[in-house]
């Protein structure tokens, strides 16, 4: 089998005038984006990138973004998506640990490229999409200064695709390597599942950076369909999308769903060509489940589950099981059925023995999704993915008698928040380093807009306001991962052997919920 960019060359020979991507006013057919990234691969090659090298990007979602993607692999380079929400120094962290040789950035990001030029170690290109009065390389005369003649190498579908960060219990972000393989397995559903046909319209609006929205731009070549990006998940924004290119397909988060039905402009855009709406990525309310269906009554609902480390999802809620009054309305609180390449197990997070059905474990799954591992991270890779490939997801749940899969709570302390996944010890690192705090702990909270936030429980040496602890959090790491909230405590809960009782400090939060994700 050839790999993706193979993949591309034969959907630009077979539809060289077919909409590959369409980005606001700007269109692009399989036979020029082909071509693109031909003088992608040229550029980066000239700038002495090759086979195993990695290629930072940082922005908001682009055709720059997909051709990148795609030109890099075309010598056997990685792609580096780099989360825009992130702060300066979390950005150059990634950017080193990936070793990467070239960085792009988006016009906004041009502050943030400032910040850390400095701080990088392996970096000789910095190159910037668009805008101007700045001294980096202007992207546009880089790409289009290089030929189109497509270069000698051939990947193996082994190779590495993509390099998605992940952050880790730790704090530190993990590089999850994601082959050809992973994404033909991954592709391969969509094919199964989608109902795809000529006339389809796939809309991107998940960020790239994210696997969902990295699987997605992928998805629109495999498929041989026209990929919407949406520059950013901006709902008014979404739904004009979705009426002016009559969108066929999309992935939304829940928050993303629960806004569009907030907002009044919304409602006035003609959404009558989604057949298919995937959501995931994060817990979804019935309340919010059930508005968004009587919003779009003639789309079929598919909820997903799955994680970076197997190359999205590895789970669907059939659209026949989205019905509130039918004989399982119970169904509508899983997360589905295992795709049709992956099998789940749950076992006893302490012996790894499977467990029965109805029984709460770890949730385990073996799938050619799953990564090919960590970069540079044998011992993590080792911890999470067993030499017969089954990948530890770190989140507990149970499977029912007919296979349906329910998440019940987190192995890991991680907390989703509108999407985004924060790990507390990246934030309790941050806390620890303000000179009027001796001890914290962070925890999720429910909240009825973003699912969950950071909740910062702290020990405090003198008086400090939470405005202060929030603003000095917001200093140190993107928004998003900061506390909403803060609650002073003379001591935080531990076991003998020092470990936060997090369970404990979550509990009265949580004691009116009927799982411990919101």
């Known amino acids: 089998m050839p790999g993706l960019t193979e993949v591309l060359r034969e959907r630009a020979r077979s539809h060289p005038d077919r909409i590959a991507y369409v980005a606001g006013d700007a269109q692009i057919t399989f036979g020029d984006f082909d071509r693109r990234a031909d003088q992608v691969a040229n550029a980066l090659s000239a700038a002495g990138v090759g ?3 990695r290629v930072a990007i940082l922005d908001k979602n682009s055709l720059e973004y997909a051709e990148q993607l795609f030109g890099a692999a075309r010598i056997g380079a990685v792609q580096v998506p780099v989360n825009y929400r992130l702060a300066p120094d979390e950005v150059a962290y990634i950017v080193n640990n990936a070793q990467a040789k ?5 016009p906004e990001f041009v502050p943030v ?3 850390v030029a400095g701080k990088l170690e392996h970096t000789t290109h910095m190159v910037v999409i668009g805008g101007s009065g700045h001294a980096y390389e202007d992207y546009a005369a880089w790409i289009d200064g290089a030929p189109d003649t497509p270069p000698d190498h051939e990947p193996e579908t082994s190779d590495v695709f993509v390099q998605l960060y992940s952050s880790g219990t730790t704090g530190l972000p993990k590089g999850v390597m994601l082959t050809h393989d992973n994404f033909f397995a991954s592709l391969s559903v969509t094919t199964d599942v989608w109902d795809i046909d000529d006339t389809s319209v796939l809309m991107v609006a998940m960020p790239m950076y994210h696997v969902a929205g990295n699987v997605l731009t992928v998805s629109a070549v495999y498929n041989t369909i026209t990929g919407v990006i949406a520059r950013e998940p901006d709902p008014t924004l979404i739904a004009h999308a979705i009426e002016r290119n009559r969108v066929t397909h999309i992935f939304l988060v829940p928050v993303l769903l629960q806004f569009m039905q907030l907002i009044p402009e919304v409602a006035e855009c003609d959404l009558s060509s989604l057949r298919l709406m995937l959501y995931g990525a994060s817990p979804i309310s019935e309340d919010v489940l059930r508005g968004a269906m009587r919003m779009l009554p003639n789309t079929r609902f598919m909820q997903v589950y799955g994680l970076t480390e197997v190359t999205g999802a590895i789970t669907m809620l059939p659209a ?9 309305p119970h169904r509508l609180r899983s997360a589905g059925l295992a795709n049709s390449t992956t099998t789940l197990k749950i076992v006893d997070p302490a012996t790894q023995e499977e467990v029965p059905p109805g029984r709460v474990g ?3 799954c073996r799938t050619p999704q799953n990564m090919k591992g960590y970069w540079g991270m044998p011992e993590a890779t080792a911890a999470a993915l067993s030499e017969d490939n089954w990948f530890r997801t770190g989140d507990a749940g149970y499977l029912d008698e007919d296979g349906y899969l329910y998440i019940h709570d987190r192995v890991k302390d991680m907390i989703i928040s509108g999407g985004e996944n924060i790990y507390p010890a990246e934030v309790e690192n941050v806390l620890m380093s303000h000179p009027d705090i001796s001890d914290c702990a ?14 910062a429980i702290v020990v405090l040496t003198s008086d400090v306001s939470e405005k202060e602890i929030i603003d000095y959090c917001r200093e140190h790491l993107a928004h998003f ?12 809960p531990r076991n003998p052997t020092g470990k ?12 009116d919920e009927d799982r411990g994700v919101h």
């Open 500 to 511: 936060i009782l997090k369970r404990e400090l979550r509990a009265p939060y949580w004691q």
């Open 320 to 328: 026949d099981d989205h019905d509130p009054d039918g004989p399982n």
């Open 51 to 53: 086979y195993g090298d």
């Open 362 to 364: 770890e949730i385990l």
């Open 113 to 115: 490229l400032d910040a």
């Open 442 to 455: 962070v925890i999720g909270v429910p909240s009825e807009r973003w699912g969950e936030t950071p909740k």
């Open 481 to 492: 991962k900061c506390p909403t909230s803060v609650e002073r405590r003379d001591e935080i």
């Open 102 to 106: 070239v960085v792009i950035v988006g």
